[in-house]
């Protein structure tokens, strides 16, 4: 990946946004990229990369996977779940948790890769019918897709996270006669046992015998105005710094200077990078 600065690359007549993608291994303990991303038309799994600043057209696709660190090779997963997702893009079909779960199921992985998972966040964007900026965000997991509307200085979450916090917050609510509203979810931490995620695509061992079904993805579908902002990133992200430490966006802010201020933000945590981190930011016109 190759940077570029950001006049580099000028609104086309047809552009309806800018982005831009960063990623880095950090100071995984297993000395390993598991982090995988699809940017646009291409995928990339790379120790430490950032994109050039691209002017985007209708329609696109961003997304990150995370490779589950209690595997060795779930690096091999988060590309399996990626390289997936290109193979549904070119071919024009819609992208959901199944048919990437097929395609996964269809190869033949070695044994000692059996078990491998990953995580995955995608936004797939569209015309509405009246030119409007459509949306449409799916998930799996614990990475996340962000949203900053124009003018404003705080980042929303707007995915939940798919681990056992949520579940048993959920099922405290229940038990009280109430449902969960989204504020109690995702609540800041870096990894422990309760942040264990309960849904992930994973690797089998043999064609033969694949895996008994695809996982429960969340998909919602938003309209983004002119001005706002969206991040898709994984957890070493996340984690690491919360989203109220992230710097606003603006029409003048250099997203590579952006990306750049977030890796310095995660190696300066308390965490110190511990874990791999890739995020994608897109901002509209």
């Known amino acids: 990946m190759n940077t570029s600065p950001n006049e580099s690359y000028p609104k086309s007549i047809n552009s309806i946004a800018k982005a831009c993608a960063i990623t880095f291994q950090g100071n995984?303990?297993?000395?390993?990229?598991?982090?995988?991303?699809?940017?646009?038309?291409n995928w990339y799994q790379e120790t430490l990369g950032i994109t050039e600043i691209i002017a985007i057209e209708m329609p696109f696709c961003f997304a990150v996977s995370d490779g589950v660190a209690s595997s060795n090779y779930s690096q091999h997963c988060s590309k399996a779940v990626v390289k997936a997702i290109e193979s549904l893009w070119n071919d024009k079909q819609t992208i959901t948790s199944n048919r990437i779960h097929h395609l996964i199921s269809q190869t033949k992985h070695s044994h000692k890769r059996y078990g491998a998972a990953a995580t995955l966040a995608m936004i797939t964007g569209t015309f509405n019918s009246d030119k409007t900026v459509s949306i449409k965000i799916m998930h799996v997991g614990d990475s996340r897709v962000y949203r900053l509307p124009k003018g404003e200085t705080?980042?929303?979450c707007l995915t939940r996270d798919d681990n056992l916090l949520n579940e048993l917050i959920d099922q405290q609510a229940s038990e009280q006669g109430r449902q969960a509203t989204f504020a109690d979810y995702n609540r800041d931490g870096m990894a422990g046992s309760l942040y264990s995620i309960t849904e992930c695509f994973a690797l089998t061992a043999d064609n033969d015998f694949p895996s008994s079904e695809a996982p429960d993805s969340t998909v919602q579908i938003i309209t983004?105005?002119?001005?706002?902002?969206?991040?898709?990133?994984t957890d070493g992200i996340h984690d690491l710094v919360p989203s109220k430490d992230w710097q606003p966006v603006n029409a003048k802010t250099d997203l590579q200077d952006w990306l750049k201020t977030l890796k310095t933000q995660v190696y300066q945590s308390d965490g110190h990078a511990y874990d791999n981190g890739t995020a994608i930011v897109v901002r509209f016109y």
């Open 154 to 156: 705080q980042w929303q």
């Open 224 to 233: 983004i105005q002119s001005g706002d902002c969206l991040v898709v990133c």
């Open 28 to 41: 995984a303990s297993n000395q390993r990229q598991q982090d995988t991303f699809f940017f646009l038309d």
